[in-house]
């Protein structure tokens, strides 16, 4: 029987990030980062990952609990009721095809990806304040994002194994492209024990590798305050289109991957 649709482009999608690799300045930039990073003192840099470690698994308890995402939950299961009434929770949505399911995430990605369209913008006026706010609000809303496509394919993530598998995805999916292969291996040979309650992996989310998006970060807001110099009848046009578009590309590889996974999941 000849595969769904969705199969193949699942396929595609791993082959086609199968075959990323780094180029020889990608290369020089992590062997400068490793050496870099692993010049600090062992003690300090395990503190900072853990810090950066519970700041996520504190987002992810601030999001559960905010009524904003009460209603998108309300709001999913009220979808899903449009493919099959007898649904009442977000678990009951794994009786939904792959069809239906991708259809829902794909609609929370859409959002997902004005949202940090409009966000981005924002931020590129170049304020002080607006820069500073703007990688924890990324992080809110990527991870919120990740939470929806996880609870669009019936992923209840108030489940302790289901929090980390998100948490993970979210990590894995803002990683350069060239070390997603790697990731998305660990993260399927992890869904072996995703039938359990309690979490029995590695609950260690931030390493040397993750650095990289505040890094981005960084550059990006300094290229923002470089740009607000250049201005158009009072509106640094350049720096809201530089940020616009630098979440916009961030939220759309974030969906994508989350998709893909939560595809695959329903697949394997």
């Known amino acids: 029987m000849a595969a769904s649709p969705i199969n193949q482009e699942v396929s595609r999608w791993e082959t086609k990030l199968e075959s990323q690799s780094a180029n020889d300045f990608q290369r020089l930039y ?39 995402q009460k209603e998108a939950r309300e709001r999913l299961i009220a979808q899903g009721r449009i493919f099959l009434p007898s649904i009442n929770s977000i678990e009951d949505m794994q009786r939904l095809t792959i069809e239906q399911s991708s259809f829902i995430s794909v609609q929370e990605m859409a959002k997902g990806r004005l949202y940090a369209l409009a966000q981005g913008g924002v931020a590129g006026t170049g304020g002080v304040l607006l820069l500073g706010t703007d990688f924890p609000l990324q992080v809110l809303m990527n991870l919120r994002l990740v939470q929806l496509i996880a609870m669009g394919f019936g992923r209840e993530i108030r489940r302790p194994t289901e929090m980390m598998l998100s948490l993970k995805v979210f990590q894995a999916a803002i990683l350069p492209k060239r070390m997603q292969w790697e990731a998305w291996q660990n993260l399927l040979s992890e869904t072996k024990s995703a039938a359990d309650y309690m979490y029995q992996g590695n609950d260690e989310l931030v390493d040397e590798n993750w650095l990289q998006q505040p890094i981005k970060q960084v550059v990006k807001s300094l290229l923002i305050l470089t740009a607000r110099r250049k201005v158009v009848q009072g509106v640094p046009l350049l720096g809201i289109a530089a940020g616009a578009a630098w979440n916009y590309r961030l939220a759309r590889r974030v969906g994508e991957f989350s998709l893909r996974f939560y595809q695959k999941r329903c697949i394997v």
């Open 30 to 68: 992590d062997a400068l980062q490793y050496h870099t990073v692993n010049r600090l003192n062992e003690n300090q840099k395990s503190e900072w990952f853990r810090i950066l470690d519970d700041l996520l698994f504190h987002s992810h308890a601030y999001l559960q609990g905010s009524a904003l």
